[in-house]
């Protein structure tokens, strides 16, 4: 079962800041993070581990609160390069290292 | 330094034609995977293989096979092409799984119509 991602879509301004959230039914081993441009690959911004532990990117955060089964993703003083569609993936199941991915949330940033 | 090769970049087929997208990866990684990418769908996993000689399935393995023919090269065939498989296909390889250091590397994808 894919991970169920929030928004769906959102729009900002630039500088404005954006929480992506990413819950799964299932317990999870780890979390992942990628961003996709339009016509493009999808490429990986973070993984965080079970254990609450919080990554920093540039001014792209996240964290996974593995009790509640949910990561989220911080994009803060949002930039236009920022826009592109974010997907999170998950373990289909514990141990199987097949990784699947929510639907992912279009972030539009503007000017 | 390469990464992950897809080929072809666009394909065209008619219902019931066959063909085999190609993936190869020069990072040396044990994993491989197959995605399809659908409009509101995000990325769906049709195929993962662990390491050369084994293959498993995803969520959407139907109407395809795979083959790991080495370590570098994961192929994705399709046997009988139908309409519900125009979609954009990306291979991607990983790196040290289970280590907090896995992350996904992504071929620029195949964009596939079936007519």
């Known amino acids: 079962q894919q991970p169920v991602q929030s928004p769906q879509a959102v729009i900002l301004r630039e500088g404005e800041d954006a929480v992506i959230n990413c819950s799964s039914s299932?317990?999870?081993?780890?979390v992942h993070w990628y961003r996709q441009k339009h016509g493009e690959a999808p490429v990986f911004l973070m993984i965080?581990?079970?254990?609450?532990e919080q990554k920093g990117h540039e001014k792209i955060s996240a964290s996974f609160n593995e009790k509640k089964q949910q990561s989220s993703l911080y994009l803060t003083a949002s930039q236009l390069s920022y826009s592109g569609t974010y997907f999170c993936?998950?373990?289909?199941?514990?141990?199987?290292?097949?990784?699947?991915f929510g639907t992912g949330t279009r972030l539009k940033v503007l000017a | 330094n390469a990464g992950v090769t897809q080929t072809p970049k666009f394909q065209v087929l008619k219902t019931g034609q066959s063909m085999t997208l190609q993936c190869a990866q020069d990072?040396?990684?044990?994993?491989m995977y197959w995605y399809r990418q659908d409009p509101g769908m995000g990325l769906r996993l049709i195929y993962y293989?662990?390491?050369?000689?084994?293959?498993d399935k995803g969520e959407v393995p139907n109407g395809y096979n795979v083959s790991r023919l080495n370590k570098r090269e994961f192929s994705l065939r399709l046997e009988s092409a139908a309409p519900s498989q125009t979609s954009v296909y990306f291979c991607?390889?990983?790196?040290?799984?289970?280590?907090?250091?896995?992350?996904?590397?992504f071929g620029s994808g195949t964009q596939l119509s079936v007519l």
């Open positions: 991607a390889s990983s790196s040290e799984i289970r280590t907090g250091n896995e992350k996904l590397f």
């Open positions: 299932k317990a999870l081993y780890s």
């Open positions: 965080l581990l079970k254990g609450g």
């Open positions: 993936g998950t373990e289909k199941s514990s141990g199987t290292y097949k990784y699947i």
């Open positions: 990072m040396n990684h044990n994993s």
């Open positions: 293989s662990a390491s050369e000689g084994t293959t």
